[in-house]
């Protein structure tokens, strides 16, 4: 069963930093794309980060470039965010998803769109307060 599973949320003051994790199973992240999102109560999804394990190559929204790192561990089939520098307004459920051909891996990576997906996490919650 295709599955990703994600973790590493919590409270964490204003300026603090957490590791997200999103882990795989059921295959092999080599050969996708791992998109990272988030989404508040009553906005719409919004793509913050994404790798291409094709190629390693990542990408990063206006909003969270600086303060977020994407990166993978091919041995534990999983794709980490570091999210530094929180603030409120990144006080929302951050999900994971995967693509895997060509065309979903340009709309995730370049446009930060989650088309043509295999597998979507149930997301973890971040809660930025002072």
């Known amino acids: 069963q295709v599955q990703l599973v994600e973790s590493g949320g919590g409270l964490v003051q204003p300026g603090g930093s957490l590791r997200l994790s999103c882990a795989a199973s059921g295959f092999t992240l080599d050969y996708y794309a791992i998109g990272w999102f988030r989404q508040a109560p009553g906005k719409e999804r919004e793509g913050v980060s994404c790798?291409?394990?094709?190629?390693?190559?990542?990408n990063y929204a206006d909003s969270v470039k600086g303060r977020f790192t994407i990166s993978k561990d091919n041995a534990k089939n999983t794709v980490y965010l570091q999210v530094n520098s929180l603030k409120h307004e990144d006080t929302v459920v951050y999900y994971c998803?995967?693509?895997?051909?060509?065309?979903?891996?340009?709309?995730?990576?370049?446009?930060?769109?989650?088309?043509?997906?295999?597998?979507w996490g149930k997301g973890t919650v971040v809660t930025v307060s002072s």
């Open positions: 998803a995967a693509v895997h051909d060509a065309l979903s891996v340009q709309a995730m990576c370049f446009e930060f769109r989650g088309v043509g997906t295999v597998a």
């Open positions: 790798i291409n394990n094709n190629n390693g190559k990542t």
